[in-house]
């Protein structure tokens, strides 16, 4: 019987580079919202965007859930911290754009993206440190 592979040499799944896309989606959404202010914005790009991150975050999440020998306490443990600090962070965000008086679809398709922002970015820090953790 062999040893068991050691933590840094266990196959993971693309958990990290998933949510880190979806990450990367609505930035350039953010990005091209934004460049048009104060005019409306087209939301075509931005909405096809937001779709994709979504996708590639939900992917991203059952794929880590399917993962069976994982240091689910740290994940957890750094999980709740990093989505605290990211929901205040996606917040502020959120009201410098109503108090900007952005409004409608535009302001419907920045919250989807902020969503995206508030869980993409502890999944990714929450992951990398779980998956060199022992289990």
């Known amino acids: 019987m062999s040893a068991p592979p050691a933590v840094a040499e266990r196959p993971m799944p693309p958990v990290g580079w998933l949510s880190t896309t979806a990450l990367g ?8 919202i934004a460049s048009y202010a104060p005019r409306p914005a087209p939301l ?9 991150a979504y ?4 992917t991203a999440l059952v794929l880590l859930s399917r993962i069976a020998d994982f240091a689910w306490t740290t994940f957890a443990r750094i999980f709740r911290w990093a989505l605290l600090a990211y929901v205040v962070m996606s917040g502020m965000i959120e009201f410098a754009f ?14 989807l993206m902020l969503v995206i922002f508030a869980l993409s970015v502890p999944t ?3 992951f990398t440190s779980a998956r060199y953790a022992d289990v």
């Open 25 to 32: 989606c609505v930035i350039v959404g953010g990005v091209l």
């Open 124 to 126: 990714t820090i929450a």
């Open 98 to 111: 109503v108090h900007d008086h952005t409004r409608g679809a535009t302001l419907t398709e920045v919250t």
């Open 44 to 52: 075509a790009v931005p909405t096809a965007l937001t779709v994709l």
């Open 55 to 58: 996708a590639l975050l939900a």
